[in-house]
Antibody
Framework: QVQLVQSGAEVKKPGASVKVSCKASGYTFTSYGISWVRQAPGQGLEWMGWISAYNGNTNYAQKLQGRVTMTTDTSTSAAYMELRSLRSDDTAVYYC???????????WGQGTLVTVSS | DIQMTQSPSSLSASVGDRVTITCRASQGISNSLAWYQQKPGKAPKLLLYAASRLETGVPSRFSGSGSGTDYTLTISSLQPEDFATYYCQQYYSTPLTFGGGTKVKIK
């Protein structure tokens, strides 16, 4: 079945970086892109950006430009999201989701909790 | 950025009730709207896309309507498993944006 499986929870100190992985299975990885969406505790959903698994093109949310990098590895059907210069307000559950840049998302990963705390 | 305003932010309803949630975009989004259901500790689940198209496997008691800037999610007869938080999302332009959510609680 089509699924996205994410890496485990992380605890980081302010100023550090985190890299979350999202491994796809059950479909042709390069036929879709991967978006990253985060959700702070008790809050709503925030789109972070999107990467094409076909050609690596990216589209990032402006507020994260310069701090976020999204990549893919087509040999392993995996996508990665790296966030640098972490702050306490980056504490959130980070989700990957399959889709085109302008589309709804029908397949989601299980989420990865990233906690930023000194 | 397109702002998505959902209302109400929460509601209390009973099993069997008809429930309506609205989502207003700050500019026209040409039906590029999705609705998601999220339960605590779980990823969002896609219910509808293109404003009114039901995702495969989603019960027909869920329906969507609207055009331009105003959209509606309707649950025709609320079931126990429908108590959750619902989000709208526009995918007309980047950055993609979500509504603030509507928590459906048991009355």
């Amino acid at each position: 079945q089509v699924q996205l499986v994410q890496s485990g929870a992380e605890v980081k100190k302010p100023g550090a970086s985190v890299k979350v992985s999202c491994k796809a299975s059950g479909y042709t990885f390069t036929s879709y892109g991967i978006s990253w969406v985060r959700q702070a505790p008790g809050q709503g959903l925030e789109w972070m950006g999107w990467i094409s698994a076909y050609n690596g093109n990216t589209n990032y949310a402006q507020k994260l430009q310069g701090r976020v990098t999204m990549t893919t590895d087509t040999s392993t059907s995996a996508a990665y999201m790296e966030l640098r210069s972490l702050r306490s307000d980056d504490t959130a559950v980070y989700y990957c989701a399959r889709g085109l840049l302008w589309s709804a998302y029908s397949v989601w990963g299980q989420g990865t909790l990233v906690t930023v705390s000194s | 950025d397109i702002q998505m305003t959902q209302s109400p932010s929460s509601l209390s309803a009973s099993v069997g009730d008809r429930v309506t949630i609205t989502c207003r975009a700050s500019q026209g989004i040409s039906n590029s709207l999705a609705w998601y259901q999220q339960k605590p500790g779980k990823a969002p689940k896609l219910l509808l896309y293109a404003a009114s198209r039901l995702e495969t496997g989603v019960p027909s008691r869920f329906s969507g309507s609207g055009s331009g800037t105003d959209y509606t999610l309707t649950i025709s007869s609320l079931q126990p498993e429908d108590f959750a938080t619902y989000y709208c999302q526009q995918y007309y332009s980047t950055p993609l944006t979500f509504g603030g959510g509507t928590k459906v609680k048991i009355k």
